[in-house]
């Protein structure tokens, strides 16, 4: 069975420019969350995702940061404008059901984001 | 103060040593306690899950919770080179903000010399 799979593994852009990442989850399951991790930090969460319906944005900077999931499998992260600061790794995780918090995430390999 | 404290170490043991791995939390709601190991570049994968307090032994590695102290630990057994990685550790609860949300320590990296 497939993992979560990412894509760009590696992106290098200039601040103020536009990025967008992609994830398709484990087939199958309804959750998917996009996590952010800062060098020598725990993952945080961004968003969660049931199905097509973002559950939990409350930590999604709405400012700059979006994100869709569309037919309730891939989505789809991005950022406009980049700022320094957002040099990361972005990771996208799925779960079957996503209510209980029994189930288990799986995680993909992450966006490793750099910001010049 | 960050929900779920981890000493981000780095530790570095010989091959065959037992290696002690723990976490504090404040939020008495967390129920569900995990550990999740991260290779360098790559995703964390759920290595041990706890529910509650109590033990849970997996091969080399025993997950212990203490939700009077709100501490939990991870031990490794006769650890090897291919332990080394970056242990999370990592919680969740079944109401309000802690439901269907994972709450991540920051990590502590591991290294086991031959």
């Known amino acids: 069975e497939a993992g979560v799979v990412q894509s760009p593994r590696y992106k290098i852009i200039e601040k103020k420019q536009p990025v967008a990442f992609w994830c398709n989850p484990i087939?199958?399951?309804?959750?998917l969350y996009w996590y952010l991790q800062n060098l020598g930090q725990g993952p945080e969460l961004l968003i969660r995702?049931?199905?097509?319906?973002?559950?939990?944005d409350s930590q999604l900077p709405k400012d700059r940061f979006s994100a869709e999931r569309l037919k309730g499998v891939d989505s789809t992260l991005k950022i406009q404008p980049a700022e320094l600061g957002d040099s990361a790794v972005y990771l996208c995780?799925?779960?079957?059901?996503?209510?209980?918090?029994?189930?288990?995430?799986?995680f993909g390999p992450g966006t490793r984001l750099t910001v010049l | 103060q960050k929900e779920v404290e981890q000493d981000p170490g780095p530790l570095s043991v010989p091959e065959g040593a037992i290696v002690s791995l723990n976490c504090t939390y404040s939020?008495?709601?967390?129920?569900?306690f995990m550990w999740y190991r991260q290779y360098s570049r790559k995703g964390p994968e759920l290595l041990m899950y706890?529910?509650?307090?109590g033990n849970k032994e997996d091969g080399r590695f025993t997950a212990q919770v203490d939700k009077s102290s709100k501490y939990i630990s991870l031990f490794i057994r006769d650890s090897q080179p291919s332990d080394s990685a970056t242990y999370l550790c990592?919680?969740?609860?079944?109401?309000?903000?802690?439901?269907?949300?994972?709450?991540f320590g920051r990590g502590t990296q591991l290294t086991v010399w031959p």
């Open positions: 995702y049931e199905n097509e319906e973002a559950v939990d």
């Open positions: 087939s199958g399951h309804n959750t």
């Open positions: 995780a799925s779960s079957p059901q996503g209510q209980s918090s029994t189930d288990t995430q799986y």
């Open positions: 990592a919680m969740s609860g079944s109401r309000g903000s802690t439901l269907g949300r994972l709450y």
């Open positions: 706890t529910y509650s307090s």
């Open positions: 939020n008495s709601a967390f129920q569900y």
